[in-house]
Each structure stands twice: as C-alpha cells, then as structure tokens.
C-alpha cells in the first residue's frame, strides 16, 4: 500500500538553530500534505497545510516565519523549524494524500530543543 | 468547526475486560471516520476506517460503529490484552475537508495483567 516516509524520527537540536523535517509520499502523488503537532499529554493539531507548487496555509496561531514548508515537487514536503527554542520541543507528524482522497501518515518525528 | 470529544481520557482495566471507548463529534457531515493507536513515543498507527455509508467494521478483537445521526462513534476491545495498552485517538474530517483531519484527545488505555 502507499506509504509516507517521514525523517529525521527523532532529532535534538540546539536552542536557536533549525532544524528540517521531511516528509516524502513514496508510491503516490500528493498535491496536498498536511503538517500536525502533538504536544505532550496533548492532542494533535493542524499546523499547516502544504500544497505543491504554492504557498502553504497555516492555521490560526501558527508562525508561518518560524514554520516553514515547501512543497516543491509532487512527493517531497519539508518543514523547518527556525530559531527553535525550547517550547518547540513537540511531536511531528505529516501526511499525505493520494488521488483517492485517502490519507497517509508518516511516522512523525520527535523535536527536542535542549 | 468540527469539534471531537473522547470520553473518557484515561481508562484502566484487567486483563481479559471488554471494554468501550467513546467519540463524539459536532460536524456530522464527514466522509468517514478514523481510529488510530499511538504508543509512548511512537507515531499513529491507523486501526479502522469506517466511511460514512457504513455502521461498523472490524478487525480482529476490534469493532468501529459510526452513528453519524447522533455524531457518535466507539471503538470495542474484546478481550483486552496488556499489549492493548496504548492511547486510542479518534480523527473525523475538518469541516469542510475530506483530507485534513480533527483530532480528540485521545484515551489512554492501560490493561493491567
């Protein structure tokens, strides 16, 4: 079945620096990937939706300057996580969506800004 | 605004217990409905889909009903298992969207042996 790659699974990174997260449909096209936080105890929320080719929109409360995604080709959306601070430390999950209208999720990636 | 409801947050039980766990949900025009497992420090695992056209599916010692008149969905465990424990999430389609997704809170399950 079609599968969303997701990477790095895990990543620590330094207070300041940013960090990348990828997110790759492996055997479909998404025009349309879909960016999802969870904070601990927490539920996860849309941050962002990624559409190829055009800016991504992001949802009420969500820096488009601190989060940037680029979706540049049909199976590849990033997400960089500028200037990370602590509070960022969050869980991250991607994911797609094929023709069909079925949805795939990645394996999500775990941030911690130390 | 789709709004999803688990009830309840945290449940504990023995080993060998059935058990019901609650979702609610405010918009009821959705194409379908999902429940999905994620473990400590793992990603989503996805459990069951049920579409809109349906009233439950299964899979092994699982069992998804969808009552989208009510706006209600539960997930059953038949002879639960330590292994079982785990947070159950429930994730109905945004309002307006059949690709993005609303997430509950979740309910963390743990099956006591």
């Known amino acids: 079945g079609a599968v969303v790659s997701q990477h790095p699974s895990r990543v620590i990174c330094k207070s300041g620096t940013s960090v990348k997260i990828e997110c790759r449909s492996l055997?479909?096209?998404?025009?349309?990937m879909f960016w999802y936080r969870q904070f601990p105890k927490q539920s996860l929320m849309l941050m962002a939706t990624?559409?190829?080719?055009?800016?991504?929109?992001?949802e009420q409360g969500v820096e488009k300057d601190k989060f940037l995604i680029n979706h540049a080709s049909l199976t590849l959306s990033t997400l960089t996580v500028t200037s990370a601070h602590p509070e960022d430390s969050s869980f991250y999950i991607c994911s797609g969506v094929d023709s069909g209208n079925t949805i795939y999720f990645g394996e999500g990636s775990w941030l911690t800004v130390v | 605004k789709q709004e999803v409801t688990q009830i309840p947050a945290a449940l504990s039980v023995p080993e060998g217990e059935n058990l019901v766990l609650n979702c609610s949900f405010t918009d009821s025009a959705i194409y379908n409905l999902q429940w999905f497992r994620q473990d400590p420090g793992k990603g989503l695992t996805s459990l069951l889909l049920i579409q809109s056209s349906q009233r439950e599916q299964t899979s092994g010692r699982l069992n998804a009903s969808l009552d989208k008149s009510s706006g209600r969905s539960t997930l059953y465990i038949a002879a639960s298992q330590p292994g079982d424990s785990a947070t159950y999430l429930c994730?109905?389609?945004?309002?307006?969207?059949?690709?993005?997704?609303?997430f509950g809170s979740g309910t963390q399950l743990t099956v006591l042996p």
């Open positions: 055997d479909f096209q998404a025009t349309t």
């Open positions: 994730a109905a389609p945004s309002s307006g969207s059949a690709r993005q997704l609303t």
């Open positions: 990624s559409n190829e080719g055009s800016k991504a929109t992001y």
